[in-house]
Structure formats: C-alpha cells, structure tokens
C-alpha cells in the first residue's frame, strides 16, 4: 500500500516510510488503543481525571512504552467539549469527578523506540443518547476526511469542509479550541536525543527538539507539520503520517476520534480500520 516513488515535484517530499515502519506505527496505536480501553472498562462514578490519567500512563508503561509525545489526558463531562476553556493548562486532568451519564476521553501519545501514536478514546458511562448520535455521526467525519485529502485539497480546505459537516449536524468544533486551532499534525519517529520521560509543557522533551526541527524544515518549503485553517496550511497533503482528531461538540458533550492517516505521493489512506469507534458502529455496540 505504500510507496517510495520519488516526488513528483521538486519541492514535495518523498514517502518516508517502508512496510516494517507502517507495522511498527500501527502495532503502537493498537497498544495505545488497547491500554485506552481497560482504562474505559475500569472506570466508574466517583473516579477523577487525575486518577484515569494516571491510571492510563501506568498501562502504557506496563506495555513498555518508554517515552510520550505528550502526557495523557483524561477529560469528563463538559470537559470533553472543552467548555470555558481559556488556557492551555486546563487541558491537564482535574480533578473532575465521572458521574453517571457523562461522557468522557482518554487521549495519550506513547512512543517506542521512536515510534509514535496519539489517540482519542471516547466514552460514556450509563445512559446518554446525545453521545449516541454523536459516536454514529462521527464516522462520517473519518470517510470525509480521508476522500478529501485523496483528491488533494490543501489542508485549510479539508479542515472547512469537515466544519461545514459540523455545521450541517448542528454540532460545534471543539478542535478550534486546541492550541494552534488544530485537527492534526505530522507524526514522525521521535530523535532520540535527550533524557526519555522528561516533560515539559506536557510534551516530551525529545518531542519538542523533533517538532521544532520539523516545523523550521517545513516552514522553509512553505508548509507546516500542524494542520489548521489558516494560511500556513493552505497547502497539499504532506507525504507522511498524520495524527488525525476530529472533535465535536453538542452543549456539554463532546466526542473525538484521533488516529494515523498515512499519506503518499498518490494516495492516501487510514493506517488501521479495527479501531474502537469504528467497530463499535459497525457492529452497533455503542458502549
């Protein structure tokens, strides 16, 4: 499914990627997924943010991740569309108490051996029809996104067209509300330079030395690694993997999505299809 054809231009990338980097990718996301759902099987009213999230890193460790692109995040209730959020620090896990009929999303980012993942995990607990339609509407996001970028729209313009769907389930963007207002970004092997498990911000700190070395690369050929709606993204796909996530919001439930599109010179598709949020609608389990 890959390929490593030379660009067709001068200016665009090639593919970096072989098979074994694609296997090593998705066996992560499906280690990350895995640990994101005996998370969601052991909650329950009465645990906190704080507790899940620390309860989802001790997973991922025990799987022998060893690094994270960014810390995991645990949100509850309206916190998981982000209402009244004013600072980047009120993403951290709070101490937010789960009651019944919330919704909530574990998202984490592990790396191993460079490699990376970074995923959304939503849920409920009990009863919430809201969430519902949310999680059965949510896939039509996944179809739209990976059709548009096929065709090769530029980025800012595959990020109005999944607002102007938003817009036509009468939901809001919650993705708006992320640093950088973005839906995703490039997702490459992790430089391994510097201490491993070492944060700062949230981030790993090999995670920043790597993104802020893409990011001046990008930015010379006119591109970004962070894919938004402005002018920095009103460019073609970028051969490479992207971190995709969704998020939408109706009053104080919010839902998302957040795994790894592989983008190639010629094509584009998502790297794994036996994923949480897609089966659960395929076989009509919403949990």
């Not at 665009?12 to 998705?26: E, I, T, V």
């Not at 009213?45 to 309860?55: D, F, M, S």
């Not at 019944?100 to 029809?129: E, F, H, Q, R, W």
Request: net charge neutral; hydrophobic share 40%; glycine share 8%.
């Amino acid at each position: 499914m890959s390929t490593l054809s030379p660009p067709r231009n001068g200016r665009a990338p090639s593919f970096r990627y072989d098979d074994r980097d694609l296997d090593r990718f998705r066996e992560l996301q499906q280690l990350a997924y895995r640990c994101a759902g005996r998370v969601a099987d052991w909650l329950e009213p009465g645990v906190t943010e704080r507790q899940a999230a620390a309860r989802l890193r001790r997973e991922l460790v025990a799987e022998g991740v060893e690094d994270f692109f960014h810390v995991p995040f645990a949100w509850f209730g309206d916190r998981t569309a982000f209402r009244h959020f004013r600072t980047p620090l009120q993403f951290f896990a709070s101490g937010r108490v789960l009651r019944p009929g919330m919704s909530y999303v574990l998202d984490c980012a592990p790396v191993v051996d460079g490699y990376t993942a970074d995923i959304g995990y939503a849920g409920k607990v009990g009863d919430n029809p809201v969430w519902d339609r949310i999680a059965v509407d949510l896939l039509e996001y996944r179809d739209l996104i990976l059709r548009e970028v096929r065709a090769r729209k530029p980025l800012n313009e595959v990020y109005a067209a999944v607002d102007a769907l938003i817009a036509r389930h009468g939901y809001d963007n919650r993705h708006q509300v992320y640093p950088g207002r973005v839906i995703g970004h490039q997702v490459t092997r992790v430089t391994p330079r510097g201490p491993a498990g070492v944060n700062l911000f949230g981030f790993g700190v090999r995670t920043l030395q790597t993104l802020g070395r893409e990011l001046i690369s990008e930015r010379l050929h006119g591109r970004s690694p962070l894919w938004a709606d402005g002018r920095s993204s009103a460019h073609p796909p970028t051969p490479g993997l992207w971190a995709v996530e969704p998020h939408v919001g109706f009053r104080d439930v919010g839902l998302k999505f957040e795994e790894l599109l592989v983008v190639t010179e010629d094509d584009a598709y998502w790297l794994d299809d036996d994923l949480p949020h897609v089966r659960r609608v395929h076989e009509g389990a919403l949990r």
